[in-house]
């Protein structure tokens, strides 16, 4: 089955370490994204890619990163210098980058945890 | 900035009833999304619009562009214990060069609960 898939579900965060996120789509989608959620709030965007080997920031890039060295793959790396990682982070892709490239579809998510 | 703002916050109806929210914009859009996310899982895109003044139905779903290309509406008939979950609303934000690389501004949501 096409689709995004997100691991781990759950992940837990010891003080000062980095964590990685993975998001894979086998949707052959150009573009992908990366979403923080935090409860009562909207999605707000971290990072954005249009194609392989180009990614961009979005709101609230500060203590994230991202690479794109596959189409499939889009990986979020939370660095230590974010200081409130705890949240749900969601996937996302998109056919084109452009204005007719379609709409999003998104992961399951990931819900991060620091101890 | 595009903001969205969406109302009511959050519902608590009884199963059968039908729900009506709606999403605000200072700013214009060309597009409007709705989707609704299920706890603990990522949203799921449930109607899209695409001009103004469509009104567009999904099953018991139906959703209107506003005229005036600032405002939603989501109503949902009939509604069942499956309906509970967060909506969003969203569209696609345009940068000062006039493009928007599929960007979206999302709405707070609107919580729905629904009492058996």
Partial sequence: ?115 | GQQLNQSPQSMFIQEGEDVSMNCTSSSIFNTWLWYKQDPGEGPVLLIALYKAGELTSNGRLTAQFGITRKDSFLNISASIPSDVGIYFCAGPRVDTGGTSYGKLTFGQGTILTVHP
């Fill in chain 1, 1 to 115: 089955d096409g689709g995004i898939t997100q691991s781990p579900k759950y992940l837990f965060r010891k003080e000062g370490q980095n964590v990685t996120l993975s998001c894979e789509q086998n949707l052959n989608h150009d573009a992908m994204y990366w979403y923080r959620q935090d409860p009562g709030q909207g999605l707000r965007l971290i990072y954005y890619s249009q194609i392989v080997n180009d990614f961009q920031k979005g709101d609230i890039a500060e203590g994230y990163s991202v690479s794109r060295e596959k189409k499939e793959s889009f990986p979020l790396t939370v660095t230590s210098a974010q200081k409130n990682p705890t949240a749900f982070y969601l996937c996302a892709s998109r056919l084109g980058g452009g204005a007719l490239g379609g709409t999003q579809y998104f992961g399951p998510g990931t819900r991060l945890l620091v101890l």
